[in-house]
């Protein structure tokens, strides 16, 4: 068996359709879905994710502002801002990139954003929305691999679903989303004691810790579908994620590739939460 792959690049660009047809819809309502991206320091990678970002909002007819700062920025000065985005009406989503400068406390401004403008997912009121079932923004990772399932019409109901990894960001919310669609779901860490034992069990891998060959094939049941989340970079240099991929996609049903899988799907999701955003606003 060959894993077919699951194309986070061919999704996104369907899902980006679907958004700028949705956008164009509220234009004629004058309403111009908006986002501010809010960038402090000089972080390479963020600078990357940053202009994908606000690339991919112009590609969809959205309004996106970009904010960038001084890394000597102060933590009263960059909450200012966020108070200021938060009563501007031409912004729908707020995005404060992380990590931020060490002398800033991220969790102060996530927490200074306003609900209704989180699309990133990540203030205490969005985990509790999640949490509950209560309507509330999804973070755009797990919500893009949660998409994925959807797009190979995978029923979760009574499936075994294994996360590997429990950040905020992706691990917590991937469980609690897989729950809500009833599937069996085993969270596994750095202290879990046999991580084959677990994910042989699994009829869905999340693969979510950021560490190279976390999964391999002799870890996979025949079939397993399995969603590959990491970034990391092997001895080449070249970009690859937490699965062995070569070895696992002679054994799983489904697999995400790394570049072109759930990468794209994290910038697609975002937009999609702007613009529910502009449309919850609008009402």
């Known amino acids: 068996m060959t894993a077919q792959l699951i194309d986070g690049n061919a999704l996104s660009k369907q899902l980006r359709t679907e958004v700028a047809t949705r956008a164009q819809a509220l234009k004629a309502k004058g309403v111009t879905p908006g986002l501010a991206v809010v960038l402090v320091g000089d972080n390479q990678a963020s600078q990357v994710y940053v202009r994908n ?86 973070p755009c990772t797990p919500y893009g691999c949660m998409k994925m399932l959807e797009s190979i019409n995978y029923d979760l109901k009574g499936k075994h679903a294994v996360v590997i990894g429990r950040s905020n960001i992706v691990g917590k919310p991937m469980a609690l989303m897989l729950l809500q669609k009833n599937a069996t779901v085993t969270i596994c860490h750095s202290g879990t004691k046999d991580l084959k034992a677990m994910t042989l069990q699994a009829d869905v891998i999340v693969a979510a810790v950021g560490k190279r060959n976390v999964l391999t094939a002799d870890m996979v049941k025949p079939g397993a579908v399995v969603l590959d989340v990491g970034m990391n970079r092997n001895d080449e240099g070249k970009l690859c994620g937490d699965v062995d991929f070569e070895g696992v996609k002679q054994v799983a049903s489904h697999i995400t590739p790394v570049p072109g899988g759930v990468g794209p799907m994290t910038i697609t999701m975002l937009l999609v939460n702007t613009l529910e955003a502009a449309e919850r606003a609008s009402k």
């Open 53 to 138: 970002k606000v690339k991919a909002c112009e590609d969809a007819g959205l309004h996106s502002v970009l904010e960038k700062y001084e890394a000597t920025m102060t933590e009263a000065d960059l909450l200012a801002r966020v108070e200021a985005l938060n009563n501007d009406p031409s912004i729908h989503g707020i995005l404060v990139q992380l990590p931020l400068p060490a002398h800033i406390d991220a969790q102060k401004v996530i927490e200074a954003i306003s609900p209704a403008k989180d699309v990133d997912g990540f203030h205490i009121a969005s985990a509790g929305a999640l949490m509950t079932g209560m309507p509330g923004f999804w």
